[in-house]
């Protein structure tokens, strides 16, 4: 038994390791996914017109001071 697994595993290390998918078009997926994301955000952010309202000014009026 344990030449039977000792010659199984030597088959399996000699065997030619061939890319997948992944291996092939991962880092290229992920960076097109990359971007797409940046280029669409960029596009929301800065061309279609949300009004952000983060700055207080000309919002905010001080009141009177009160003694």
């Known amino acids: 038994l344990a030449h ?6 030597v088959r ?3 065997r030619k390791y061939e ?3 992944h291996d092939k078009y991962g880092n290229l997926v992920l960076l097109g ?3 797409v994301f940046t280029v669409v955000w ?4 800065t ?4 009004e952000w309202g983060l700055s207080p ?3 905010v009026t001080p009141k009177e001071w009160r003694e």
């Open 33 to 35: 996914g990359a971007a």
């Open 42 to 45: 960029g596009y929301a952010l």
């Open 57 to 59: 000014v000309g919002r």
């Open 47 to 50: 061309q279609i017109g949300i």
């Open 19 to 21: 890319p997948d998918f």
């Open 4 to 9: 039977s697994i000792q010659r199984t595993a």
């Open 12 to 14: 399996q290390a000699h």
